[in-house]
C-alpha cells in the first residue's frame, strides 16, 4: 500500500506537470489517506508481533479513522475517485482484526 500510495503520488506530479493543472484535491487527500493507511497497517502489525498493547490503541485509532474517511467519501460523493465498496470492505476486516486485539489484550495475552 505505502508503494502503492508513492506510486500514485508521482503520477500524480507527473501529470499535473504536464497539463499544468493541480491535482484535484479529493485525490490528494486520498493519496495521503492510503500512504497513512500502509503506514498504520505495518506499524499495528508490528505492534501486534511484539504483543504490545500499545497495538489496542492503535488497531482503535485507526479503525475510528476508517470509518471518518469513509464518512467523508460518501459525503464528498467521491464514488469516481475512491471506490466506497472496497473501503466498506476494508473496514469491515479491520473490525474482526480491531476485535481479535481486543480479545487476546481480555484474554492477557499482551503486554
Sequence with gaps: VIQGARRNWLLDRGLAAISL????????????????????????????????????????????AQVAYLIWVWRAEADEVLSLRRGVNALALWTLATLFVLWIDGAGRLS
Design 21 to 64: 493543472k493541480p491535482t484535484p484535491r479529493i485525490e490528494r487527500i486520498a493519496g495521503i489517506w492510503f500512504f497513512a493507511a500502509g503506514v498504520t497497517t505495518a506499524l499495528s502489525g508490528v505492534l501486534l508481533m511484539l504483543l504490545s498493547r500499545w497495538a489496542v490503541a492503535v488497531f482503535l485509532t485507526f479503525w475510528l
